[in-house]
């Protein structure tokens, strides 16, 4: 469930990013944060929301030492992304985004805590 949570967190920060001044522009214009949008950046982006979704399905599939791993790892890797689109979010004016991202990484550090917790099982 948390997976799902910081997945849809994600997109939330994304659509409410495009509610600020002048992003709408810049993408119509093949920008995004200075940068011009490729192909590399989209599969990026793309990667970034269907990874908590396979997890979502992961952790209902794999064997219990296997999901503790992945989850902790995986975890702490999209803990770390998010922290810094946290950072990037809290230096706009409009907060909505950094709160949503903020959102994600809870959701990703309870995801590593559970799964640190939870009784390893061979």
Not at 54 to 65: G, I, R, Y
Not at 72 to 100: E, N, T
């Amino acid at each position: 469930m948390l997976w799902l949570f910081s997945s849809i967190a994600f997109l939330a920060h994304q659509i409410l990013v495009l509610m600020e001044p002048g992003i709408i522009a810049d993408l119509m214009a093949g920008e995004a944060e200075g940068q011009k949008i490729g192909p590399e950046m989209i599969l990026f982006f793309a990667i970034l929301m269907l990874v908590p979704m396979l997890m979502a399905f992961l952790s209902l599939t794999l064997k219990d030492s296997m999901d503790r791993r992945v989850n902790i790892i995986v975890g702490a890797i999209f803990a770390v992304l998010w922290l810094v689109s946290v950072v990037d979010a809290a230096q706009s004016a409009y907060w909505g985004g950094a709160l949503m991202t903020l959102s994600a990484v809870v959701a990703s550090a309870l995801i590593v805590w559970y799964a640190w917790k939870s009784k390893q099982i061979a």
